[in-house]
C-alpha cells in the first residue's frame, strides 16, 4: 500500500507563490504516477498536473506556464510549484498516486490520495 500526505497549502495573495509537497511511504517502489488534482468549493475534482516516474510531467489547461511539477525519488516527494496564483485557483490540492500491487495473487494497479491542502488565494 501507498500512503501521501500533502503539505504547503496556505494563505497568499494574488500574483504569488506557493510549492505544495507530497510525501509518499510504503510501497513506495511500486509507484507508476503522481497527479496533482484540485477540487474548489461547489466544483469536481481536477487534474491539475502529473508526473511519471521516469518524470515525464503533463500539465492541464490554464495550469501550463503558472505550476510546475516535479519530483525528489531520494525523498519519496511529488512538489507542484504554483506561480501567478489567481483568485480561482483557490481549492484543495490533492496529490493521488498509481501504484500496482498483488491482489489476490495478480497485479493489480490500484490508486492511493493524499487528505488534501488548502490553498487560499486572495484577491
Known amino acids: 500500500q501507498v500512503h501521501l500526505v500533502e503539505s504547503g497549502g496556505g494563505l497568499v495573495q494574488a500574483g504569488g507563490s506557493l510549492r505544495l509537497s507530497c510525501v509518499a511511504s510504503g510501497s513506495t517502489n511500486s509507484i507508476l504516477d503522481t497527479s496533482w488534482y484540485r477540487q474548489a468549493p461547489g466544483k469536481q475534482r481536477e487534474l491539475v498536473a502529473s508526473?511519471?516516474?521516469?518524470?515525464?510531467?503533463n500539465y492541464v489547461g490554464s495550469m501550463k506556464g503558472r505550476f510546475a511539477v516535479s519530483r525528489d525519488n531520494a525523498k519519496n516527494t511529488v512538489f507542484l510549484e504554483m506561480s501567478i496564483l489567481k483568485p480561482e485557483d483557490t481549492a484543495v490540492y490533492y496529490c493521488?498516486?498509481?501504484?500496482?500491487?498483488?491482489?489476490?495473487?495478480?497485479?493489480?494497479?490500484?490508486?492511493?490520495w493524499g487528505q488534501g491542502t488548502l490553498v487560499t488565494v486572495s484577491s
Open positions: 508526473i511519471t516516474s521516469g518524470g515525464k510531467t
Open positions: 493521488r498516486a498509481d501504484f500496482l500491487d498483488v491482489v489476490d495473487g495478480r497485479d493489480t494497479y490500484l490508486e492511493a
